[in-house]
């Protein structure tokens, strides 16, 4: 009695579980999200600020509107005092989300190498990406990475980052990030289903909602048979 429940182990929390999956105890345990936190990639990349912008609107629901964090181009995080200063003219480290590919951003390539980061030579350049949380008192500062060598990597990291967040019990504009590293990959190339006999009848609402859930569990495929041509976005 008393109090919420403790959060569920990552372990429970993430599905499908990662390939991969390395708690980080050290420095606290965990990282704090709050205002004077950004959310850092390559603001040019439709999809990347397409998952960026997921990341932002699940943390403003997350938090009941109450924690919006800006999205900023990766050359503008990190120490030094010509970059985002995170919202306070003291600050000497960024407090970022930083989503990209670290072999074609030298900054980004330079911000995860502080922090000891890099994508394995062979993980899967389809599908696989790496999550990393900088945990609340790392040497380099407070950060979260999730990077991956194409785009739908980057996007199902995002994913995971969000699965991660839903475990935290902060309140207000506050969420906590458990300390991990993650290094994951899918077992099969093709996730989904295929939807035959629709005839001349366009995908319901329903559909496009459990095509939502479906990119939350990282399927990636949907085949819909239809009769005739059937107008749809």
């Not at 999200?33 to 997350?62: C, G, H, M, P, Q």
């Not at 559909?207 to 749809?232: C, G, H, I, Q, W």
Request: aromatic content about 10%; glycine content about 10%; some cysteine.
């Amino acid at each position: 009695s008393g109090g919420a429940p403790p959060p569920p182990p990552l372990s429970e929390a993430l599905w499908p579980l990662p390939q991969q999956l390395t708690p980080k105890p050290e420095y606290g345990g965990y990282s704090l999200l709050y205002s004077d936190w950004v959310i850092a990639t390559d603001t040019t990349n439709y999809n990347d600020t397409f998952a960026a912008s997921e990341l932002r609107d699940f943390l403003l629901a997350k938090t009941n509107g109450s924690l919006l964090l800006p999205m900023v181009p990766l050359r503008s995080v990190g120490v030094g005092t010509g970059g985002f200063r995170c919202g306070s003219p003291n600050a000497t480290v960024c407090k970022y989300i930083a989503i990209g590919d670290p072999a074609k951003d030298a900054n980004l390539w330079a911000l995860a190498s502080a922090h000891n980061l890099s994508v394995p030579n062979d993980l899967d350049p389809d599908e696989g990406y790496v999550l990393d949380v900088a945990n609340q008192l790392h040497p380099q500062g407070n950060a979260v990475f999730v990077l991956a060598p194409s785009a739908a990597g980057r996007y199902f990291g995002v994913q995971t980052l969000m699965q991660m967040l839903n475990t935290s019990t902060a309140g207000g504009p506050t969420l906590q990030v458990p300390g991990a590293r993650i290094i994951d990959w899918p077992d099969m190339k093709i996730r989904g289903f295929l939807m035959s006999g629709l005839g001349e009848k366009a995908p319901s609402p329903f559909f496009y909602a459990d095509a939502e859930l479906m990119t939350r569990s990282k399927m990636n495929f949907a085949f819909l048979e239809f009769m005739a041509n059937v107008p749809y976005s």
